[in-house]
């Protein structure tokens, strides 16, 4: 997580499990609270598990009035539904560096 905080696509990125345990994260120039990314976080669990059956959720893109995006993205690794939860603020390319960190994570 640290080495992909490098990239400078996110103010901040965490990822947490189906649980709701932080995993792991980093945390750059945001002011956007690990807190308050693990109780979207919470809802998100609730929420992804009520639409399961009819429709499988990958990602939800939250904007902000102050151009920050928070993305959540869910994908199964190491026997768990982890939630990769991001902060970026308009900057491009966010989308393929958080695959290729799923993609990284799911190879470990």
Same mark, same amino acid.
């Given at each position: 997580?640290?080495?992909?905080?490098?990239?400078?696509?996110?103010?901040?990125?965490? !990822?947490?499990? /189906?649980? %709701?345990?932080? !995993?792991? %994260? +980093? +945390? %750059?120039?945001?002011?956007?609270?690990?807190?308050?990314?693990?109780?979207?976080?919470? /809802? !998100?669990?609730?929420?992804?598990?009520?639409?399961?059956?009819?429709?499988?959720? @990958?990602?939800?893109?939250?904007? +902000?009035?102050?151009?920050?995006?928070?993305?959540?993205?869910?994908?199964?690794?190491?026997?768990?539904?982890?939630?990769?939860?991001?902060?970026?603020? %308009?900057? @491009?390319?966010?989308?393929?560096? !958080? /695959?290729?960190?799923? @993609?990284?994570?799911?190879?470990?």
């Amino acid at each position: 997580m640290q080495a992909s905080q490098h990239e400078e696509r996110w103010d901040c990125i965490y !990822l947490f499990s /189906s649980e %709701g345990l932080l !995993l792991a %994260g +980093s +945390s %750059g120039s945001g002011d956007h609270s690990r807190d308050s990314l693990l109780e979207f976080a919470f /809802s !998100l669990i609730e929420t992804t598990a009520l639409l399961e059956n009819d429709l499988p959720v @990958k990602e939800i893109t939250i904007r +902000s009035k102050t151009r920050a995006t928070m993305i959540f993205r869910t994908f199964r690794a190491w026997d768990d539904d982890l939630i990769l939860a991001a902060v970026v603020r %308009g900057r @491009k390319g966010y989308k393929r560096a !958080l /695959s290729r960190l799923m @993609k990284y994570i799911q190879e470990l």
